[in-house]
């Protein structure tokens, strides 16, 4: 088994990604200041987010404080962030990195996703999720993503992003890309736990060199109040919390941990990154002390 510690990464080609990052879904601007102060303390320097998050703006604002005050300088850090689904076009890519960077004050970030192989019709920079009179989505059924692909090498051609990756994609639609791309994915990011392992999904990656991170990695509560606010249908989701998993809470307390920390420890020996996402700091150092746990598999 390879020693896992604060300073593990998972790696592929040049790019190498710190396996515990700091999730920032659905946190306001004024969580994110405290978040990531106490994130960068506890030892993260993974940060991810997205433009569809609406917080880049308050990230970068932050993330100039801890710089300004030398507290942390920009190459210490692994800066993740992702092209929205209104975006999902050959020549919408450059755009919208641009519109992530100038919000997040930098000049590169370390990984740029696409966020999801689905596209919507471009309504403009504010609309992430437009939808018709009916209130359904405006999907954009011309997505290419082989095209869109070829826009994101662009970026990493450009400068603005050190690797690219992909976010909820299946294997086949990894495969395309894999199958016709100049600078492969470095990473996929998607939603794993322990009730949803994608083994042969991870099995495939691994094989070809992608890195996984998982997002929701001690499940995600929520996902339905999101997709409520978006005024996207919730009609058949059931969701179920692996905190309250009665093994996970048997094996948390024979080792005196929390069933958080055994949930992250069991995914990152599963050979993947995790982002799980706080705005408690008491929380936030204890998902990062994961890699004090003993092994668990």
């Known amino acids: 088994m390879t020693k896992i510690d604060s300073k593990s990464v998972v790696t592929s080609g040049k790019m190498k990604m710190p396996v515990v990052g700091l999730g920032t879904w659905q946190s306001t601007a004024e969580e994110i200041d405290i978040a990531l102060n106490a994130a960068i303390d506890a030892g993260y320097r993974h940060i991810d987010t997205a433009y569809v998050y609406e917080n880049e703006s308050a990230i970068g604002t932050t993330l100039k404080k801890l710089f300004d005050s030398r507290k942390i300088t920009r190459e ?88 690219i990756g992909i976010s909820n994609f299946n294997q086949t639609q990894v495969k395309r890309i894999l199958d016709s791309c100049r600078i492969p994915p470095a990473n996929l990011q998607v939603e794993l736990h322990i009730y949803l392992q ?61 069933p958080s920390q055994v949930l992250l420890r069991y995914m990152i020996e599963y050979g993947v990154a995790v982002i799980p996402k706080s705005i408690n700091p008491a929380r936030i150092k ?8 003993l092994n668990l598999i």
């Open 198 to 258: 994608q083994k042969e999904l991870v099995s495939f990656c691994k094989e070809h060199d992608v890195t996984v991170c998982a997002y929701g990695p001690i499940g995600s509560p929520g996902q339905k109040a999101f997709l409520e606010k978006r005024g996207l249908p919730t009609e058949g989701i059931r969701v179920l919390s692996p905190l309250e998993d009665p093994v996970i809470k048997e094996i948390a307390e024979r080792y005196n941990k929390q």
């Open 76 to 163: 210490e850090l692994f800066i993740v962030t992702k092209l929205p689904i209104m975006g999902n076009r050959s020549e919408d890519v450059e755009p919208f990195l641009k519109k992530s960077l100038e919000a997040l004050q930098l000049d590169y970030v370390d990984l740029y996703l696409i966020h999801c192989p689905a596209g919507v019709m471009n309504k403009g920079f504010n609309q992430l999720f437009p939808t018709n009179e009916k209130g359904e989505l405006l999907l954009d059924k011309n997505t290419n993503l082989l095209e869109l692909w070829k826009g994101m090498e662009k970026q990493v051609d450009a400068g603005r992003t050190k690797s």
């Open 286 to 293: 204890q998902n990062f002390d994961v890699c004090n746990i």
